[in-house]
């Protein structure tokens, strides 16, 4: 491998990560509800403004405990937006319920509201909502249909943890909320993500799903003497030496976010001039938001651009891949969902997307060299 090549993305080292392992591994206690369970937990709901916060086994699980809280089910139809990971929608084709795809807007890539609007039927039981890169989605409207229409607001906030919408934290604002710790993600722990609530009512049960449907966390509480078989559930509770990782790497939150924030405002910077002169859109942030600097993207003029850049990147010794493909067209999004209307937009912004390295290791040099790159591509 060449040691000058360099890689869209790199885990961050936290200092005490192998101190809290040798803790864990040292004590008794190396299955989940620990103390470092508890530790990460606390700075989480700290960090989110969150009231309650569970840790799980990955992003996808988290939206999975959301789906059964919600009792999602057949005959119900969830909207999703067609630019976003598969988690999204497998979370509801595995409640039996249909995935309905709808299109995003090209300014941020998020759900387009008013594509929310034209697809709520009778059978909407919720509504998901992807905060892409770690920018917020135009919640106002999706409030207000949510109000109006009485469906459930799911945020998969996968990108965003610490970012806001007019000083409201994203993954506290809907019914149900979302994070991933993987180990592509601002803070991670190898695999791992945590379920965001504030009905206490719905906590109560989610507890008893995380734990394969027993009321074994009130047991650990001293709540009740023994514990039992309540609800259906599944294990999605992470070990000791997860929330071990996890934690190191939450109490250096804000230095990650600012060494993050460094890397993306140096690419907003540097490439202005140059997107102007090639028809290249960079990832913008609108003003009542704040971001994550999850990533940081270029929208190329069109398919062909894109796959040019890509190749000449990687000649330049720099990985800068593309991102998802719109569910609507792939396989599984053909058999388990409907697209109410075409999603143009979603595969407008996929085939131009290009996503630069963005690692809060990132050297100065190494920043300087994928601006060269960039600003080097003539089309």
């Given amino acids: 491998m060449n040691a000058d090549r360099i890689i869209f993305s790199r885990p961050y080292r936290a200092e005490n990560e192998l101190a809290n392992l040798a803790t864990v591994l040292e004590s008794d206690h190396v299955h989940g ?26 992003c996808t699980h988290a939206l999975e405990l959301g789906g059964l809280l919600l009792e999602i089910g057949p ?9 976003a990971f598969s988690s999204a929608a497998t979370a509801v084709a595995l409640r039996g319920a249909t995935v309905v795809f709808v299109d995003i807007d090209l300014e941020t890539g998020n759900i387009d509201p008013a594509a929310v609007a034209d697809a709520i039927t009778p059978r909407t039981k919720a509504v998901l909502v992807m905060h892409y890169g770690g920018v917020a989605a135009d919640m106002e409207p999706l409030l207000a249909l949510a109000k109006e229409h009485g469906f459930a607001l799911i945020e998969d906030n996968a990108h965003g943890l610490g970012g806001s919408w007019r000083g409201r934290t994203l993954g506290t ?35 008893i799903i995380r734990e394969k449907g027993t009321n074994r966390a009130r047991f650990l509480r001293g709540q009740v003497d023994k514990y039992s078989w309540q609800d259906i559930g599944s294990s999605y509770l992470p070990s000791e030496l997860n929330a071990a990782v996890l934690d190191a790497q939450l109490a250096e939150f804000d230095a990650i976010h600012v060494k993050r924030h460094s890397v993306w405002s140096g690419y907003s910077e540097n490439l202005s001039d140059w997107a102007k002169m090639h028809d290249v859109h960079l990832m913008t942030v609108p003003e009542d938001r704040e971001h994550t600097a999850h990533l940081f993207y270029l929208r190329l003029p069109n398919e062909r651009s894109r796959d040019a850049m890509i190749r000449h990147m990687a ?36 085939t131009t997307i290009l996503r630069l390295p963005l690692w809060p290791m990132l050297t100065d040099d190494q920043q300087g060299r994928v601006v060269d790159a960039v600003a080097s591509y003539r089309g």
Avoid: W
Wanted: proline letters at 5%; glycine letters at 10%; aromatic letters at 6%.
């Fill in 33 to 58: 509800d620990g103390t470092f369970t508890a530790a990460s937990t606390a700075k989480i709901k700290a960090i989110t403004g969150a009231r309650h916060a569970l840790l799980t086994t990955s």
């Fill in 75 to 83: 005959g119900d139809e969830v909207v999703v937006p067609s630019f």
């Fill in 173 to 207: 604002i809907g019914t149900v909320g979302t994070q991933s710790f993987h180990d592509t993600k601002n803070i991670h722990c190898g695999e791992g993500g945590a379920l965001l609530l504030s009905d206490d009512a719905l906590m109560e049960r989610a507890e």
């Fill in 315 to 350: 000649e330049r010794g720099v990985v800068a891949p593309f991102h998802y493909v719109p569910l609507d067209t792939s396989a599984a999004g053909m058999r388990y969902g409907r697209t109410p209307q075409p999603c143009v937009r979603s595969l407008q912004f996929s």
